[in-house]
């Protein structure tokens, strides 16, 4: 896919603006929801785009292709973020490039990524996905395994739990993605109440090209937009 980087950066304006104008009515401010640029359609000059434009926090969802992004576009400014199904074998050569892991999709990934981190003298930031449309072909915990799950999680001094992330159902309507955005929220909600210390739930990774400005309405604080860049 080529586009040029004025389309591009026209793009990245125009989002910006809806990402605001969807905080605002959500009663937040442009600055707390993050724009997260999934590059993983595009090649290295349209990643520049971005850059270009003033984006500096990228996701990408398969391992390889963010490992050699990475090591291609080092000294960029560039904050990679691993938004896809991270497969165990993998995490030990991912986790360096990482600085937020947005699919922990399940107890495994979580304890290999916590063991890794320890080894490598660091804490790794990860966010619990949870399957909220209960499609069977997604990755993530039940709704209802979060919460036993939270104890656990807070031994794990390799990671810091900073939120949940979740995906809309396919091919569903905006207000079938806004009923799986609410239950993302209000288990989030419930969660926070008898959250162990040393997990966080502030953010909410929700919200893609198709769906954003209904995720922000309802709490989203990262958005993983990437085919409406490049339109
Ligand atoms: C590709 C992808 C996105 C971005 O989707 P668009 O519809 O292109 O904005 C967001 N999240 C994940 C996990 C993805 O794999």
Partial sequence: ?????ERIADNVARIRESIADAAMRSGRRAGEVSLIAVTKYVGIEEIDALIAAGCTKMGENRPQQLWDRADQLQGRPIHWHMIGHLQRNKARRTLPYVTLLHAGDSLRLLEAVDRLSQEAGRVTDVLVEVNVSGDATKHGFAHDEVEPLLPKLAELSGL????????????????????????LRELRDKLATACPPEIS???LSMGMSGDFEVAIEEGATLVRIGSAFYA
């Fill in 1 to 5: 896919m080529t586009v040029t980087a």
């Fill in 160 to 183: 810091r739990i900073r939120g949940l992330m979740a995906m809309a159902s396919w091919g569903g309507s905006l207000d079938e993605a806004r009923q799986d955005f609410i239950r």
């Fill in 201 to 203: 739930l502030d953010e």
